[in-house]
């Protein structure tokens, strides 16, 4: 149980343009998700908190309108990396809370690796 | 001070042998207590969970927490080389949803 799906698990895209990374729970609900960046060697650093059918709450320093962010349904979020730049290249990792469960136990998607180039 | 705090490392154990890795955390109405290990290139994975003082053990794994000192540890044994990974101690705000990650200690089982 608790698996959490992550699709594309690899992108390259050119400069300018726009990536959308799928976080999906495949075994249970989650209202809530969130949106981790890893870079080489460096820790986790949330991104942003996904709520279900209300507007993500942004980390201090995310730019909200580079970052979009929709939790539309209880079992999928999505991540859109508008007009990418290279310094946007990253290891991307969506983690998700089972609704049902009562803990704050977090499950990882297997993350996604963005190069732009 | 930081929110939750991990040594770096690297921590070099001989196979074999018990690996102990710390984490101090700062809320004091933090009631869950989370180890995830993260092998390089791949996203963290959830391997113990803890709530009460005392020990849990699973397995080779044994988590032991300490709210008087807002101390959470995890132990090892018998180590072996696929223990050889980054070891992140995790702890959810009382007072939000989300979880604070420490920054990881890298762990090598040395043959």
């Known amino acids: 149980g608790a698996v959490v799906s992550q699709h594309p698990s690899r992108v390259i895209c050119k400069s300018g343009t726009s990536v959308k990374i799928e976080c999906r729970s495949l075994?249970?609900?989650?209202?809530?998700m969130f949106w981790y960046r890893q870079f080489p060697k460096k820790s986790l650093m949330l991104m942003a908190t996904s709520n279900e059918g209300s507007k993500a709450t942004y980390e201090q320093g995310v730019e909200k309108d580079k970052f979009l962010i929709n939790h539309a349904s209880l079992t999928l979020s999505t991540l859109t990396v508008t007009s990418a730049h290279p310094e946007d290249s990253s290891f991307y990792i969506c983690s998700a809370r089972d609704s049902q469960s009562g803990t704050y136990e977090q499950y990882f998607g297997p993350g996604t690796r963005l190069t732009v180039t | 001070q930081k929110e939750v705090e991990q040594n770096s490392g690297p921590l070099s154990v001989p196979e074999g042998a018990i690996a102990s890795l710390n984490c101090t955390y700062s809320?004091?109405?933090?009631?869950?207590f989370f180890w995830y290990r993260q092998y390089s290139g791949k996203s963290p994975e959830l391997i113990m969970s803890i709530y009460s003082n005392g020990d849990k053990e699973d397995g080779r794994f044994t988590a032991q927490l300490n709210k008087a000192s807002q101390y959470v540890s995890l132990l090892i044994r018998d180590s072996q080389p696929s223990d050889s990974a980054t070891y992140l101690c995790a702890v959810p705000l009382s007072s939000a949803s989300k979880i604070i990650f420490g920054s990881g200690t890298r762990l090598s089982i040395r043959p």
């Open positions: 075994d249970f609900q989650a209202t809530t």
């Open positions: 809320d004091r109405g933090s009631q869950s």
